[in-house]
C-alpha cells in the first residue's frame, strides 16, 4: 500500500534518529514504492542517505531504488550526486553499477550527462569505464553529445588495448560527423603503442 507524505517524511524522520545503518536503510526502503517528485520529499530522503556512514549499505539503497521506480530527473541527479561521493571511495564497482542500471535514463534525457559523467570520472577504474562505454555503444546509435562525452572517458582510459577497443565502439554507434572524426583521431593518436593505434584506425568503419 501506498503511504501519504505525512506518513513518508515521519518514517524518514524515525529513520534519522536511528543509530544503526541498516536500520536507517530498512525504513528507507520500505518507503521505495511509495516515493513521488515532492521536492520535501527527495531532500528529506537524500538527507538520510547522506547521513548513513556504510558506503555498501548507501550504494545498496540507492540501487534498490532505481530498480523499484521509474525514476525523474530530480531523483537521478541527486543518486547521481550521492554516487559520486561512494566513487571516491574503495566502492568504484558500486558506483558503476548506478551508472550501469541508469544507462538508459540518460540516453532518454541527455540534460543528465553531465551529472552521469561526472561520477565516471572520479572512477578511476579503466575496465568499469570500458564496459560503460560498451553498453551505451551497444545500445545502439548515440547522439553527438553523448559521443563527446563518451571521448571524454576514453581519454582517461591508461591502457593501450582498452582506448583502442572504446574508440572501436563509439565508432561503430557515433554519427558520421567531421568533427567527431577529429576527435576521434586526436584521441588515438595519444595512445603510445603502434599496434593499437594501427587497430584503431584500420577497423574504423568508414
Known amino acids: 500500500a501506498n503511504i501519504n507524505k505525512i506518513g513518508m517524511l515521519a518514517m524518514m524522520d524515525m529513520a534519522m534518529e536511528y543509530d544503526g545503518n541498516t536500520r536507517k536503510t530498512v525504513a528507507l526502503r520500505k518507503i521505495h514504492q511509495s516515493l513521488n517528485n ?17 558506503e555498501m549499505e548507501r ?18 541527479v541527486r543518486i547521481y550526486e550521492s554516487a559520486r561521493d561512494v566513487a571516491s571511495e574503495d566502492y568504484k564497482q558500486a558506483a558503476t ?11 532518454e534525457d541527455e540534460s543528465l550527462a553531465k551529472e552521469y559523467f561526472a561520477v565516471l570520472e572520479k572512477i578511476d577504474h579503466d575496465s568499469g569505464k570500458d564496459e560503460i562505454i560498451r553498453m551505451f555503444c551497444e545500445k545502439g546509435k548515440i547522439s553527438n553529445k553523448l559521443t563527446v562525452y563518451l571521448f571524454k572517458v576514453v581519454e582517461d582510459i591508461n591502457v593501450d588495448i582498452e582506448t583502442a577497443t572504446s574508440l572501436l565502439y563509439i565508432n561503430k554507434a ?25 587497430r584503431a584506425m584500420i577497423n574504423r568503419e568508414n
Not at 59 to 76: H, S, V
Not at 97 to 107: G, M, P
Not at 174 to 198: C, G, W
Open 38 to 54: 515532492d521536492p520535501e520529499i527527495i531532500e528529506k530522503y537524500f538527507d538520510v542517505v547522506n547521513n548513513l556512514t556504510n
Open 97 to 107: 553499477a548506478i551508472l550501469r542500471a541508469t544507462i538508459s535514463d540518460v540516453q
Open 59 to 76: 550504494y545498496n539503497l540507492l540501487l534498490d531504488l532505481i530498480y523499484t521506480k521509474k525514476l525523474t530527473k530530480e531523483w537521478l
Open 174 to 198: 557515433m554519427p558520421k560527423d567531421a568533427d567527431l572524426d577529429y576527435i576521434y583521431n586526436s584521441v588515438a593518436k595519444k595512445m603510445e603503442s603502434d599496434y593499437e593505434y594501427e
